[in-house]
C-alpha cells in the first residue's frame, strides 16, 4: 500500500559528497517522521537522519556537522545530503517513514528496499 523508492546511492570518493532521495507513493493520509538508517557489513542497523513532519531533526553523533536531512512534504520525499564522506560509512543506507494509510487509524513504519552507498579512499 506504501511503497517507498529510494535513489542516489553509489560509489564516492573519501571526502566526497553524495544525496539521497526516498519518495514515498501509494495510499498515504499522512506521513509524520521521515528518515535514514544505515547497515553495515556485520553490523547493525543504525539511525543516520530522522525529520519530523514540522521539520524537527535528530542526527546520529557520527554524521552531525556533515549531513543534513529535509523533506519535502508536498511530495512525500525526504533527501539525505551527505558530506566529507568517510570509508567506514560504507553501507545500505535505507529510507524510513512513518505513515498512516488512508482510512487506517495507526500509523504504520515502512522501509525502503536500501541504496548501497560506497566510500572509497
Known amino acids: 500500500q506504501v511503497r517507498l523508492a529510494e535513489s542516489g546511492g553509489g560509489l564516492v570518493q573519501a571526502g566526497g559528497s553524495r544525496r539521497l532521495s526516498c519518495a514515498a507513493s501509494g495510499s498515504i493520509l499522512s506521513i509524520n517522521d521521515m528518515g535514514w538508517y544505515r547497515q553495515a557489513p556485520g553490523k547493525q542497523r543504525e539511525l543516520v537522519a530522522v525529520?519530523?513532519?514540522?521539520?524537527?531533526?535528530n542526527y546520529a553523533d557520527s554524521v552531525k556537522g556533515r549531513s543534513t536531512i529535509s523533506r519535502d512534504n508536498a511530495k512525500n520525499t525526504v533527501y539525505l545530503q551527505m558530506n566529507s564522506l568517510k570509508s567506514e560509512e560504507t553501507a545500505v543506507y535505507y529510507c524510513?517513514?512513518?505513515?498512516?494509510?488512508?482510512?487506517?487509524?495507526?500509523?504504520?513504519?515502512?522501509w525502503g528496499q536500501g541504496s548501497q552507498v560506497t566510500v572509497f579512499s
Open positions: 525529520i519530523s513532519s514540522g521539520g524537527t531533526t
Open positions: 524510513y517513514a512513518k505513515v498512516k494509510i488512508l482510512q487506517a487509524t495507526f500509523w504504520h513504519e515502512y
